[in-house]
């Protein structure tokens, strides 16, 4: 496998910061892993910094999930959000088997550093643990958010996927966040939401819908930080508990006042959790 890095490239972003949405332009070192089968962006920061930390984003995301740790943990750590394909600026390679399709393109860029932290946010937390299961010897940790061993999806999502897509972003807006999370908070994230098409969102629905290690997660051997907002509806504190009771070098936080993008409505809380954690493997 090749590796081809492009230079640096500016994008819109959002800066979502003391409850009010900036877009401004921001360079980060925009790149792409390729080989003769398949291309994987990602957005990279602090370079040269202790690290990697490999961020994974969830059904129908990108790696514009991780702005706030990209740009703020960037100043301690390596910092890494990945597009998985079909998502964001990663094509979409249209594969059968899904589930292998995300575990390769993240394999092609865990590929690239030696022992990086895995880190994934709901869908992508599911990837991390199947990850790490079948290559622990790549990795030194995990980060799981807002995820479990198993995610049932309430069929009333793939009812508004494939009916009413605008009813589907509003309700993101409903069942995403904590009930005091600030109104731009939502629209910046509902506005990435429709970047998404609905039958890719859809897709990665399924894999949730059907992914289930309940009685694997307890071999997972690597050190594991588990963060889950104390008001999340999608994946509760209970399966954050579950993973946490279950993988033995690991550690749980609950984040107050935070839903499922914790990482987004409490940032400063959960950047210097992971800080905390990351210094603490280091050692």
């Known amino acids: ?43 990279e920061r602090g370079k040269g910094n202790p690290g990697p930390i490999i961020m994974v984003h969830g059904a129908g995301g990108s790696s514009a999930t991780w702005y706030m740790q990209v740009k703020h943990l960037s100043d301690r750590f390596h910092m890494i959000g990945i597009d998985l394909n079909g998502h964001g600026r990663t094509p979409d390679r249209k594969e059968d088997d899904l589930t292998q399709a995300y575990l390769n393109d993240i394999g092609t860029i865990v590929g690239q550093f030696e022992k990086p932290v895995l880190c994934g946010h709901s869908m992508g937390g599911a990837l991390t643990q199947l990850y790490a299961l079948r290559y622990p010897d790549r990795l030194s940790g995990i980060i799981l958010v807002g995820t479990g ?78 963060i889950v907002g104390d008001s999340d509806v999608l994946t509760p504190v209970k399966y954050s508990q579950y993973l946490a009771d279950r993988i033995a070098a690991s550690e749980i936080h609950i984040v107050p006042k935070a839903g499922h993008s914790v990482m987004l409505e409490q940032w400063e809380s959960f950047n210097d959790i992971i800080a905390n954690w990351y210094q603490a493997l280091a050692t």
């Open 149 to 226: 061993a198993r995610l049932r999806v309430n069929p009333m999502i793939f009812n508004l996927l494939e009916t009413d897509f605008e009813g589907y972003v509003n309700a993101v807006g409903e069942f995403m966040f904590h009930e005091d999370a600030d109104e731009s908070i939502k629209e910046a994230s509902k506005a990435e939401v429709r970047k998404c098409p609905a039958t890719i969102t859809h897709r990665d629905f399924d894999l949730c819908n059907e992914y289930d290690i309940m009685e694997e997660v307890a071999g997972l051997s690597l050190p594991a930080l588990v």
């Open 1 to 43: 496998m090749s590796i081809t890095k492009l230079t640096s490239a500016s994008e819109q972003l959002l800066l979502l910061n003391s409850c009010r949405i900036w877009t401004i332009s921001i360079r980060f070192k925009a790149s792409r892993s390729r080989s003769s089968a398949m291309t994987v962006h990602y957005e």
